[in-house]
Structure formats: C-alpha cells, structure tokens
C-alpha cells in the first residue's frame, strides 16, 4: 500500500493523523508507510517500543548528508555555565537543511526524544541540552558561502550555527559590518537571536533580533519555512528571542551598515550611581553621540586604574590619575566607544567627543582612553578568555544573572543591591547600561519591563573553590537568590535575561499576559513540545496518538 492511500485513510479518520502521516510520507521511513493499512488497529499510530537500541537502529538508518554519533557525546552535556551535566543520546552533525528536517520528522512521528539545537553551548542553565535526546550541533551546518550583499540595504546570509567572530571577519573584507552584537563573539547566530543578543549598540540599533531580515526555520514539525516580517511574520517575531521553542534557525539575513577601522575607547569614573545613571541615559538619548554606550560597577577593589593602564588605557592627566583614590567605595564605570576611519576624522571626533564629556559629571582625573582596530574592541572578551583558559578559570561553574530593570526602580535597586547585598566583585564584572525600547520591535519573543527605559543589569562571576580565597558556587548561587528576592519583594517589574525558571508560575508570571500567545505558538510550531527541553518550558509531549490533541503540558 502506497503513500497515497495511507493519507486517503487518515483522512477519514481525523485531520491530526493527516499531519502525522504527512511527516511520516515525507521522511520515507522504511517499513512505516503501510501502518494504516489494517483498519482495525484502533491507534493507528502504533509507535516502535521505545527500546534505546531500536532507537538507534531508526535513526542510523535515516538518509543524511551529516551523521549521527552516539558515542562521545560528553561535550554535549554540558554547557558553560558548567553546572548541569545531562547526556543526549545522539549528536546529529547535520550538513544540511534537509539533514535537520529529516530528524525532526523522524523524531516526532516515532519516537519520544526531545531535540535541542546547540550553537556554541555558551548557554548557563543548560538551555542547550537534551538529557537523552538528540542534540543538533549547528556548528556543523556549513554557511552558504557567507553571501553579502551590498546594496542600499546591505545583508550577509549566514547559517544558523555560524559564530558571530566568523561573520565579521568575512564582512569586514568588503568594508561591511553587522550593527548590533554582543560582548563576546564567540556566540552563534541561532544562540543570540534565540535570546535577543545585547551589547552597548543596542541603545541605538535594536539588539540582534532586530537587524534581522529574514530567517529559515525547520519548526518542530519538520517543516521547512522562509520567514521575514512580511512572510510567515507570526512565525519570524516567534521565533526571535523565543528561546529555541518554535523552530530551528538555519538560516539567518543580518542586515550590514559600514564597518570603521578604528574605535576610540573611553572610560571614566563616579562614585555617585546617580551621576553616572544620569549621565549613562543623557548619552542614550542622543544618536550621534557614542556608538557604544555600556558601563561596569567595581566593588571593593583597590587598583583599578593600574589594571587599566596595563591594558593599554592611557589616563588624560597622569600626575591626577595617580593621585585618585577609591577608598574601597563602591564606583561605577562608564564606558563609551565613537568609530573612527581615519585621523583626520578622529581629530574631527576629539572635538565632538571633548564636548561630550564636558556635559558628564565623572570624576575628572579618572579619564583614561585607548584607540584600537574595530575587530580588536569587538573581540574584546575573547582576550579575557584566553587569560583566563591559561589559569584554569574558564571552564569553572558561571552561576550568571542578568537582569532587566526599569529605570524608574534603578536608584532602589543600586542603593540596595551595589551597596549591600554583593559586596564585592572579585569572582567577575557586573555591568550595567540602559537602553530605549521604543525603536526596538515590540512583535518579538522577548519579554522586557514595561518602561521605555531600562537597564541591563549582569552579575557575571566566575565561582571558584572557598580554598582559593575567592567565592564559591554556593556563596554566589545564594547572593543571585538575595537579589532576585530583592526584586520581588520590592515589587519591581524586573525580568530575567536569559531567563531560568523552575515552575510554571514563575514562567507565566515572566511572560506575564503574552504567556497565553506564547503557549499558542509552541502549540502551533512544535505542537509535541520536541524542541529546547532545556528551557524547562514545556513538556514533551508522547509521540502515541491519543495525546496529540492535547500534547503540549506544562512543566
Ligand atoms: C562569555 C559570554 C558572554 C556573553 N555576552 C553576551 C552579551 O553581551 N549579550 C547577550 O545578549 N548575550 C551574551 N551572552 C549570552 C549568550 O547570548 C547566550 O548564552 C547564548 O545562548 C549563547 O549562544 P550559543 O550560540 O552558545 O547558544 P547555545 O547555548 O548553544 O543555545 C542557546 C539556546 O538557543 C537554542 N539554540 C541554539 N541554536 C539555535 C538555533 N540555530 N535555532 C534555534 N534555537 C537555537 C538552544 O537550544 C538553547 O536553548 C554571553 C555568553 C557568554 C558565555
Ligand atoms: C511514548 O510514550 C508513551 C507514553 O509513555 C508510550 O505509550 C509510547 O509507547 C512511547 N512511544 C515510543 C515510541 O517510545
Ligand atoms: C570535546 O571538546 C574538546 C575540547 O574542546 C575537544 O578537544 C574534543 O575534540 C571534543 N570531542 C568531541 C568528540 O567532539
Ligand atoms: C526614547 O526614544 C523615543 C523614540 O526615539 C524618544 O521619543 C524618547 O524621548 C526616548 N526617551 C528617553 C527618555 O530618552
Ligand atoms: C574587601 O576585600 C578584601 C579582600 O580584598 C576583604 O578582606 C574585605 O573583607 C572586603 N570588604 C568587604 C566589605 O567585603
């Protein structure tokens, strides 16, 4: 009995199993197409046992241009923030758009594995794994080339998998450059724009989600779809900052300005969080001011400007910036970038800059600057791992949080949180900047307060054993709980970037009244609930058939 007559069955039956054995027809399964050919078998779904070796039998067979491994499957069980270690069954290296496709038909219409997508695993809370599912290592999915385009809106198309470092330094051969990043590069596209990807541009271009023209999606159903806020939109502004719970990204359009050659690198002192925030909004007001506005809090440290002149920041007066002082107070850095091409027009910037800074109120003998290339400042964080990979202290546990909190809350949370509950910052940064929303699109996954105004508040401490002196897991994990708490208590609309949570409630009350939007969509998207299990969002679903009408559960 053919594919055609098994649909002609199904659909006497019910439009679900239309759906089901679509999938089925499509990954041609050897063996399966004839499962409606006894009309008495009340389920006509009759799934395999789910017998691991069946299991892996099923999916070596599936025609692929990558491959499947079941071995070795260790680097995909954790992930950076090196906390959680949960194994998959298998890691897809797919070298195709048809490879992922292939697999999720294969694995929502015969067994029960969840699949996660894995960029470059610089995920905190294992987001990234499938605890004996079937990872998908999108690194492995090669770019088209890394296709630009120069026109008057210029793009690079990119796959899913590809890392950020990559796509500029390919853009930049053609003078071309994305807009809006992140701190650290060595992240993937469908990593980032699954979360929303922040850094100090996105005051004035939008974060990644953004600057995004168009995506390719393999959605939990297998089904390949080209999106763009034109076409299939419900399914783009889904999938942006939608925590890999929709589809799969294997393709992404990022929109391209001009790169600059140089940065001029500025950082100045107060030790008054209300100058410095004052200061810090004034900035993000203005679009022709910085090209990059973020800042930092050090707490407890002494030293800080000697660590900065060995980093190549020169103070503006040295006999005043060996004077200063911090007297152990707690101080907050701003830091500011302008873009430059050339020395004439750095000494044209000097100018606009010196006047920029005469309207700050920072401590005057704590400016220090420093000119670096372009593709230097923006792998900024890249330098730092190094250091820190040569002394054992990258691959430590990252117990991270980060915070968005509405400007109108900013002095309570500062004066209690910067002044009280860290009392230091010696595991790692904590940075904190504002942004304006109102340009940004509001259509998309992501959750933020409901301020135009808000900060980027992240506590990025790297834990350390208590024999080293420093702070240990469980020190930070509860200081993270002192904040959250904090916030609660005090009734602030802050969310969570990147957020993890642990019940239903506490995800509900994150999406607040777009919870209900949310839940459609996955319901639409991956109606089995296969994908991102390691956002604890939803429950997979059982493949047998009488839950399909009803399959996706809460946690
Ligand atoms: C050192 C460091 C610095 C950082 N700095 C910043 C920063 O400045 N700004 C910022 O916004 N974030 C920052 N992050 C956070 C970072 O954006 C997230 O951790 C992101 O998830 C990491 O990307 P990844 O490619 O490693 O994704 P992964 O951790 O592999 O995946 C993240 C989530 O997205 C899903 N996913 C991955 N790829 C795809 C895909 N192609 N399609 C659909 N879903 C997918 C995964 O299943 C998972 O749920 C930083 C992280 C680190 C470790
Ligand atoms: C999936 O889970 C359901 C419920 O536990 C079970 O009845 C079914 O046999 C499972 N299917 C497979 C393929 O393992
Ligand atoms: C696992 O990661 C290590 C370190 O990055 C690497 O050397 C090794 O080749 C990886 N193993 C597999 C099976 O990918
Ligand atoms: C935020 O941006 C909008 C739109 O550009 C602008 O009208 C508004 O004044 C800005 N808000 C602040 C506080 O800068
Ligand atoms: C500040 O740090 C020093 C170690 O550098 C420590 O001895 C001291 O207790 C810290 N002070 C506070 C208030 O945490």
Excluded at 356 to 364: F, G, N, V
């Amino acid at each position: 009995m053919g594919p055609t007559s098994s649909l002609r069955f199904c659909k006497r039956n019910n439009k679900t199993f239309l759906r089901i054995f679509m999938i089925l027809v499509l990954s041609c399964i050897p063996g399966r197409t004839n499962l409606c050919s006894n009309p008495s078998v009340s389920t006509p779904i009759d799934l395999p046992p789910s017998n691991p070796s069946d299991i892996h039998s099923s999916l070596d067979s599936l025609d692929l241009e990558g491959y499947i491994i079941f071995h070795d499957v260790h680097n995909a069980s954790k992930d950076f923030g090196n906390r959680y270690q949960l194994p998959p069954l298998a890691i897809l290296h797919p070298k195709s758009v048809s490879d992922v496709s292939t697999v999720m038909r294969h694995i929502g219409s015969t067994t029960n594995l969840t699949v996660a997508a894995r960029g470059h695993g610089h995920s905190l809370q294992g987001q990234a794994l499938a605890h004996q599912g079937v990872v998908i290592n999108m690194e492995s999915l090669p770019s088209p080339g890394i296709k630009i385009h120069k026109g008057k809106q210029s793009y690079v198309d990119v796959s899913g998998g590809e890392l950020w470092i990559n796509i500029l330094r390919e853009t930049l051969k053609t003078g071309l450059s994305p807009k809006s990043w992140t701190d650290y590069l060595h992240l993937t596209v469908g990593g980032t724009l699954s979360n929303a990807g922040i850094s100090g541009q996105a005051f004035k271009h939008g974060p990644q989600i953004n600057n995004v023209y168009q995506l390719e999606i393999v959605t939990g159903k297998g089904e390949v779809v080209t999106c763009s806020q034109k076409r299939n939109s419900e399914l783009f502004h889904s999938v942006l900052g939608g925590l890999g719970q929709f589809g799969i990204i294997t393709r992404a359009r990022i929109s391209l300005g001009p790169a600059p050659h140089m940065v001029k690198w500025i950082r100045v002192l107060y030790s008054d969080f209300s100058a410095f925030s004052r200061d810090q909004e004034h900035l993000i007001s203005k679009d022709n001011a910085f090209d990059y506005v973020e800042g930092f809090v050090i707490i407890n440290r002494t030293d800080i400007l000697n660590n900065w002149r060995s980093s190549s920041f020169t103070p503006s007066d040295s006999t005043k910036a060996s004077q200063f002082k911090s007297h152990g107070k707690t101080l907050y850095c701003l830091e500011v970038v302008k873009y430059f091409n050339s020395e004439e027009a750095n000494s044209m910037n000097n100018q606009e800059t010196e006047k920029l800074l005469s309207e700050l109120s920072y401590i005057p003998s704590t400016l220090f600057s420093s000119e670096v290339t372009y593709i230097e400042f923006l792998d900024r964080v890249h330098t730092a791992e190094m250091k820190l990979r040569a002394k054992g202290l990258w691959e430590v546990p990252h117990p991270w949080l980060n915070l968005l909190i509405p400007k109108s809350r900013i002095l309570n949370f500062a004066d209690k949180v910067f002044n009280g509950i860290v009392t230091s910052n010696h595991n790692g940064p904590i940075l904190i900047y504002p942004v304006n929303q109102s340009k940004w699109n509001k259509h998309t996954s992501l959750i933020t307060p409901n301020e135009d105004i808000f900060y980027l508040v992240a506590f990025l401490p790297s834990a350390v054993p208590k024999s080293s002196g420093g702070n240990d897991l469980e020190y930070l994990l509860r200081q993270n709980q002192r904040v959250l708490s904090f916030c609660e208590e005090a009734n602030m609309d802050v969310k969570q970037y990147l957020p993890h949570y642990e019940t239903q409630r506490e995800w509900r009350s994150h999406f607040g009244e777009r919870w209900e939007t949310f839940a459609k969509r996955k319901h639409k998207y991956d109606p089995l609930g296969i994908l991102a299990p390691g956002q604890r969002i939803f429950r997979r679903a059982s493949s047998s058939s009488s839950q399909v009408s009803h399959p996706i559960q809460l946690l």
